[in-house]
T-cell receptor, first 113, second 115 residues
Framework: GENVEQHPSTLSVQEGDSAVIKCTYS??????FPWYKQELGKRPQLIID?????GEKKDQRIAVTLNKTAKHFSLHITETQPEDSAVYFC????????????FGSGTRLSIRP | NAGVTQTPKFQVLKTGQSMTLQCAQD?????MSWYRQDPGMGLRLIHY???????DQGEVPNGYNVSRSTTEDFPLRLLSAAPSQTSVYFC??????????????FGPGTRLTVT
């Protein structure tokens, strides 16, 4: 089955700097890669996603890149702000299993003032 | 729309007790899933369903049962609670968006403690 590995487990960056979180996946059939943000005590919320036929996607300060050959994908947050502090999860799935979404172990991002 | 709802929000069980965590969605989503989240860890898939009457095992199914008799409801049953099942349980529902991309929505979670 699918296995998703995520690095780093914790990340601290100065406010205004960029943050990068990296994930790798094992199942070459995976073709959908969402990213979730979870604030303390809250439910995970989808922030951005990318399909396998797209190499990069941007949404304001957030971007995701995908390298299907190497089976890795990354989340980039630019101009970080205090409200970006949270735990971020990457995940992977196939279109044929829309409810079987496998998550990475998470990255706790802290933004230093 | 209420979205994805879960009851109860908190529960304390003794070892060996059984109980059912309820999950319901009013968005007519085909797909539903149960995850557990242990402190400082990611979400691990317990069971999932691709439609009414169809369920399958995820990464950590042992000790849990599910059924999906309707599109709206997807209860998770703990057969004989163990301290290792102390966790936060999230239910989620998902569907294919207009661009054929999966959109998944989580419920608020149930915090379960087994003593």
């Amino acid at each position: 089955g699918e296995n998703v590995e995520q690095h780093p487990s914790t990340l601290s960056v100065q406010e205004g700097d960029s943050a990068v979180i990296k994930c790798t996946y094992s199942d070459s059939a995976s073709n959908y890669f969402p990213w979730y943000k979870q604030e303390l005590g809250k439910r995970p919320q989808l922030i951005i996603d990318i399909r396998s036929n797209v190499g990069e996607k941007k949404d304001q300060r957030i971007a995701v890149t995908l390298n299907k050959t190497a089976k890795h994908f990354s989340l980039h947050i630019t101009e970080t702000q205090p409200e970006d502090s949270a735990v971020y999860f990457c995940a992977a799935s196939t279109r044929s299993s829309a409810s079987k979404i496998i998550f990475g172990s998470g990255t706790r991002l802290s933004i230093r003032p | 729309n209420a979205g994805v709802t879960q009851t109860p929000k908190f529960q304390v069980l003794k070892t060996g007790q059984s109980m059912t965590l309820q999950c319901a969605q009013d968005m007519n989503h085909e797909y539903m899933s149960w995850y557990r989240q242990d402190p400082g860890m990611g979400l691990r898939l317990i069971h999932y369903s691709v439609g009414a009457g169809i369920t399958d095992q995820g990464e950590v199914p042992n000790g849990y049962n599910v059924s999906r008799s309707t599109t709206e409801d997807f209860p998770l049953r703990l057969l004989s609670a163990a301290p290792s099942q102390t966790s936060v349980y999230f239910c989620a529902s998902s569907y294919f968006g207009g661009d054929r991309v999966i959109k998944q929505y989580f419920g608020p979670g149930t915090r379960l403690t087994v003593t």
